[in-house]
């Protein structure tokens, strides 16, 4: 039998009862295209307003944002294969509506953005993570604590389990192609790509979970008030919905394993790994996008965007405080009241906005300042006095030096 006449033949044997339909089958493509439109449109704004804070008002790029442009061109490329099988073979497709060419091209497909994926995740966590420490540790985690040392173990277990997984993946049937395309005779598959796929899916929701709650502890010991805590807390909480994209994706994912449908079931692991994508990426963008968007000049049009901008400033101004509070010698536990300093008032309760900050530290300070928002956080005024005395002697001998023609 030929190539062609394989490439012709039905992918599956329907069941009982049911007529194959390979020329119009039943399919979700429009659907599958407004969701792609949406998290397209939704994590390009992000991306967009993001860089424009980082080149044109900061004019400043960091380690994160060159990984962020990495997932994010991966992303755009995952979404692009997955719009060419809209005509062919489909999506929602079952594989008894599928002929053998079909098939073959949908698991192409889905191999190679599974590889593309792994890649995306590699880099969009790294970047969440890494921003994460540059936002709640002051001068950039040279204070090694705890939060410091978690968000390192989930970048690097994160980086080891998607380098493993794509080699296993890759490397599991004997020859590559044999992947997706079964009709090629003499090929065998050494690892079970289904389990892969399964422990990938698993991975991802506890890295998730972690990147979701990994900042809320810092955020709710900030020394602010309980109304700025719990914006703050939303922002970052956005990984809700990329935890309950991984949840949906590891179910099906789970639902594929145990299925001979593939074309049917791998749509909707493949259409919720967009929504995830989509979903980290506004985690990562999101607590930038209102300093982004007060940098247009749009404060008139959404007259919140000031307040909600000065959430994300303030954490990393009071985590700077804070770091300082603890270590400066004199000051952990007392701050200076009107009866140690001359009747200078210093505010220190939970809800105050006003905290002192010892002199040698201000240009430590004086960096989220300019980096994070353009709001005056700190206000000081200076008082001096100067006492003068006439002394006659002294005044000669001045007059002398400055005037030596001159005779006394």
């Known amino acids: 039998?030929?190539?062609?006449?394989?490439?012709?033949?039905?992918?599956?044997?329907?069941?009982?009862?049911?007529?194959?339909n390979y020329?119009?089958?039943?399919?979700?493509?429009?659907?599958?295209?407004?969701?792609?439109?949406?998290?397209?449109?939704?994590?390009?704004?992000?991306?967009?307003?993001?860089?424009?804070?980082?080149l044109a008002v900061l004019r400043k790029m960091q380690l994160q944002d060159y990984f962020l442009l990495a997932a994010f061109i991966l992303y755009i490329a995952i979404l692009i294969m997955?719009?060419?099988?809209?005509?062919?073979?489909?999506?929602?497709?079952?594989?008894?509506?599928?002929?053998?060419?079909g098939m073959i091209e949908f698991l192409r497909v889905g191999i190679l953005t599974t590889s593309m994926f792994l890649g995306f995740l590699f880099s969009i966590k790294t970047a969440i993570l890494v921003e994460w420490i540059h936002i709640f540790l002051p001068n950039g985690g040279n204070r090694r604590n705890l939060f410091f040392w978690a968000c390192h173990f989930v970048i690097w277990a994160n980086i080891v389990f998607c380098i493993v997984i794509l080699i296993l993946v890759n490397l599991a049937c004997v020859p590559h192609e044999y992947l997706w395309n079964r009709t090629i005779k003499g090929g065998y598959c050494?690892?079970?790509?289904a389990y892969t796929s399964l422990s990938a899916a698993c991975f991802a929701f506890a890295t998730d979970i972690i990147i979701l709650f990994i900042p809320q502890r810092i955020i709710w010991t900030l020394n602010m008030s309980?109304?700025?805590?719990?914006?703050?807390?939303?922002?970052?909480?956005?990984g809700m919905a990329a935890c309950a994209a991984s949840i949906i994706r590891l179910y099906y994912t789970v639902a594929r394993s145990k299925s001979v449908d593939l074309t049917y079931h791998l749509s909707t692991v493949q259409l919720t790994a967009v929504g995830e994508g989509a979903c980290v990426i506004l985690v990562m963008c999101m607590p930038n996008v209102p300093k982004a968007v007060a940098?247009?000049?749009?404060?008139?049009?959404?007259?919140?965007?000031?307040?909600?901008?000065?959430?994300?400033?303030?954490?990393?101004?009071?985590?700077?405080?804070?770091?300082?509070?603890?270590?400066?010698?004199?000051?952990?536990?007392v701050w200076p009241t009107s009866a140690d300093k001359g009747g200078t008032n210093w505010q220190n309760g939970p809800g105050s906005e006003r905290y002192l900050v010892p002199p040698e530290q201000m240009s430590s300070t004086k960096q989220y300042d300019l980096e994070m928002n353009n709001t005056i956080?700190?206000?000081?005024?200076?008082?001096?006095?100067e006492n003068f005395g006439f002394d006659p002697t002294v005044a000669v001998q001045e007059h002398s030096r400055q005037h030596p023609w001159v005779e006394r």
Request: proline letters at 7%.
């Open 1 to 20: 039998m030929s190539a062609t006449n394989i490439m012709d033949m039905p992918a599956m044997e329907p069941p009982l009862g049911v007529v194959p």
């Open 190 to 193: 050494r690892i079970n790509t």
């Open 295 to 333: 940098g247009l000049k749009l404060t008139n049009i959404l007259p919140s965007i000031p307040s909600w901008a000065s959430l994300v400033s303030v954490v990393r101004l009071r985590s700077s405080q804070q770091s300082l509070r603890k270590n400066a010698a004199g000051i952990a536990a």
């Open 377 to 385: 956080v700190r206000s000081t005024e200076i008082q001096t006095n």
């Open 226 to 238: 309980h109304r700025r805590k719990l914006g703050v807390s939303i922002v970052f909480a956005l």
């Open 23 to 54: 020329d119009n089958p039943p399919n979700q493509n429009k659907m599958v295209l407004a969701v792609v439109s949406v998290c397209l449109i939704v994590s390009s704004i992000a991306v967009i307003l993001r860089f424009y804070l980082k």
């Open 82 to 101: 997955y719009c060419r099988l809209v005509d062919y073979p489909g999506w929602y497709v079952h594989m008894w509506d599928v002929r053998m060419g």
